[in-house]
């Protein structure tokens, strides 16, 4: 990794980054983020984390990007899985247990109908 | 609690009382009653929200629409229009003009709340807490670039000062003046630390914060340790917390790689280095003597103080000791300036606050919401109201040190200047809120008996004064005690608050004259009548379940 001398770096390095993330939520593209603090795992983030990875693997399905994220302050909903699909606006479900999880897998990046009963209004 | 669909305030203080806030207030009822809306609104008196050029103020929920000033011949329309008919009279809402702090808040966000004013936690559930290119993303190490290229030590100080930030883990003393402290004090070799050794019970604000955005503290350490003139760092994180030690540990190691933390940070003669030091578990180590000792592998034994740790900490060496909220505020406030940090809050407590919600509410969790926001305001529309239709009796701010608020002090401003003016403190931001069903002698009785497990024995009225206070306690809920005792817990407080050497002491004793302020009656019911009016306490002598057992065999 770059070492970092003056701000203009950090620009630079930012920018890239910028970039790089672009090309992730291009068209098509999907970003699947699930909230693991304590309070996710503690809820089950974790089998839902596997859960998503299986269902990825077993349908072989690409395009998809799987990343983590803290605790967004709303503990009582966790596990918290959010989902962007291309340049649509980021939907949050809670209370994503590993059988939600692969619904919203199927429904929603599958056939984009988000699944409603477990949407958060956020 | 009732679910009301729509909840309307009215200003209280001095000044709305003297313009007829009162006879606003009677008339809202009458109307309110008029179009048989009572059971779906609910209609309260909020004491002083600093909008003093259109007192008397009426404000609506969820809408959050500022109406004022506020006549009595008004209440007809607002009642009839936006309540009845729902739609907004703007020819009654308060004028724009100078909308600061608070007012500003709700303004900017009516019709969208429940919303969050995010500063602490701005990237916290958004980024991926392991990936410094997200932080960086979102505008991560550009304070620290900022500060190091164009600020002397000073002028980052003084910029501090000027945002009127204060502590965030529960004192409120202001953080500029304490990193001046630090800068000023003699010696060549200076630390900062975290404190990240979170246990007062019911706050995980700073898990959060070091779980979800691990980057900030590091570039608020590094901006302090320039600004006090550090070279070393450690950021004391509690035992329990693993995940986030672990975060931590491995954003430490990006940072060190990309040259944020090390040698000649952003191409200066700036160095410095951070170090993890994992507490193990004891409640006193959150002391700030008691937390250094334990990083000098000594027991957590909190030390004399004068000297403060600003002159004689670490090893003897001048240490500035910040709580990690306080610090999540450091990077914003370099980067957008004093005056941005200003617009938030109140004036004396400027920004934001982080509570974390429990107890008997609807939704449990953590908000960030500006200084001043009542009690009220955040069980209402933060938590969803009470759990199946209880109503509130108390809240306990700021984990098993802070202070009891009864429901008569729920409309109060929750800002270190108005909590303390109103008796109470403000604490770490730990809510624990309590129904009916909660009885306070109960509550006083688990909280003396973690004091009394945590206490460290250095000193004596802390020691004793805990273990009697509790015992004490435990005879009432047992239907033992005689009103005598009563005094005997009132001055044990007092002496814990005047004798006692730390924290811990000091505030052990807050909830029992809290109690007795505000429940004496039902405390005098346990011991006159020989009831618990809440059905907790059994009112029987204690038998040990293992006693039992040997009874029978």
Redesign the interface.
Known sequence: ???????DD?KR??EE??E??KLKTASGNVQV?V?M???G?AAGARETMKAILDAIEKDNLSGISV???????????EP?VMVTVGEEPKVTYGKVTPEVARRILKDHVGAGKVVEDHKIAM | MKTYRAMVLVSNDPLSIERGSQQVYTKLTEEIAAYGLQDEISLSMVSDIGRHDAAPLVIVYPDAVIYGPIAPENVHTLVEEHLYKGRVVAGLQAPLKEMTGRIAWLSARKGTLPAEQRIVLERAGLIDPESIEDYIIHDGYAALGKVLGEMKPADVISELEKSGLRGRGGAGFPTGTKWKFVSKADGAQKYVICNADESEPGTFKDRLILEGDPHSIIEAMTIAAYAVGASEGYIYIRGEYTLAQERMHRAIIKAEEMGFLGDQIFGTDFSFNLHIHSGAGAYICGEETALIESIEGKPGIPRARPPFPTTHGLWGKPTLVNNVETLANVPAILRRGAAWYHSFGTPSSPGTKVYTMLGNVNVTGVVEVPMGITLREIIAIYAKGMKKGSSFKLAQTGGSSGSVIPSSLQDTPMDFDSFSKAGVSLGSGALLICDEDTCVVDLAKVLLNFFRVESCGKCNPCRIGTQRAFEILTTITEGQATLNDLDTLLELSSNLAMMSNCGLGQTAGTPLVDILKYFRAEVEAHIRLKVCPAGVCTMKPHVHPEEKVHQHA
């Open positions: 990794m770059p070492t970092i001398k003056n701000l950090l390095i930012r980054a910028l790089k993330k983020v909230g603090g304590t309070c795992i990343t983590q994220t803290g605790c967004i302050g709303l503990c009582e909903r918290i």
